[in-house]
């Protein structure tokens, strides 16, 4: 039996060489996880994590065009908490996504590039494509940015 390392406290307290290790650990339990998500890199201008198909389909078997949208708005979300800096929360206020190309198995990768980074919005242009490279889905996500968190 192993024991882990202890997670630091918050995404912005990581070394950045851990911070998508922190990412992936910490996704344990959430929607990105169920779903499988898997962050490859994370900076506050660009955001890179897979997804499989299998299990994120509609019924016809595709992959279902709101997997699509959970893996932009956790791109675009983790992004924005990067840039925001420390004590600072990001949440998504808008998203869309346009549907270009279905995929019915595989692995789909979600490239996000930081369109504005701002004091108080946050605004990714995500990029989903199949293993070929094609791009199945466009998708843009705003993010506002509050301040520091109140003690509880």
């Given at each position: 039996?192993?024991?882990?390392?202890?997670?630091?406290?918050?995404?912005?307290?990581?070394?950045?060489?851990?911070?998508?290790?922190?990412?992936?650990?910490?996704?344990?339990?959430?929607?990105?996880?169920?779903?499988?998500?898997t962050f490859h890199e994370?900076?506050?201008?660009?955001?890179?994590?897979?997804?499989?198909?299998?299990?994120?389909?509609?019924?016809?078997?595709?992959?279902?065009?709101?997997?699509?949208?959970?893996?932009?708005?956790?791109?675009?979300?983790?992004?924005?908490?990067?840039?925001?800096?420390?004590?600072?929360?990001?949440?998504?206020?808008?998203?869309?996504?346009?549907?270009?190309?279905?995929?019915?198995?595989?692995?789909?990768?979600?490239?996000a590039t930081a369109l504005?980074?701002?004091?108080?919005?946050?605004?990714?242009?995500?990029?989903?494509?199949?293993?070929?490279?094609?791009?199945?889905?466009?998708?843009?996500?705003?993010?506002?940015?509050?301040?520091?968190?109140?003690?509880?």
């Open positions: 039996m192993t024991t882990a390392a202890p997670r630091p406290v918050s995404l912005l307290d990581a070394p950045p060489e851990d911070a998508v290790a922190w990412i992936n650990a910490a996704g344990e339990g959430t929607l990105a996880g169920r779903m499988g998500i994370a900076t506050p201008q660009r955001l890179v994590a897979t997804m499989p198909v299998a299990g994120n389909t509609q019924l016809y078997r595709m992959l279902h065009g709101g997997a699509s949208a959970v893996l932009a708005e956790s791109l675009g979300s983790i992004g924005a908490v990067l840039h925001a800096g420390d004590g600072h929360i990001a949440v998504g206020v808008d998203i869309n996504a346009t549907h270009h190309l279905a995929v019915r198995d595989g692995t789909v990768t979600g490239v504005h980074l701002g004091r108080t919005t946050a605004t990714y242009e995500v990029v989903i494509s199949d293993e070929n490279g094609r791009r199945l889905c466009t998708s843009r996500i705003t993010c506002a940015i509050h301040g520091r968190r109140k003690s509880r």
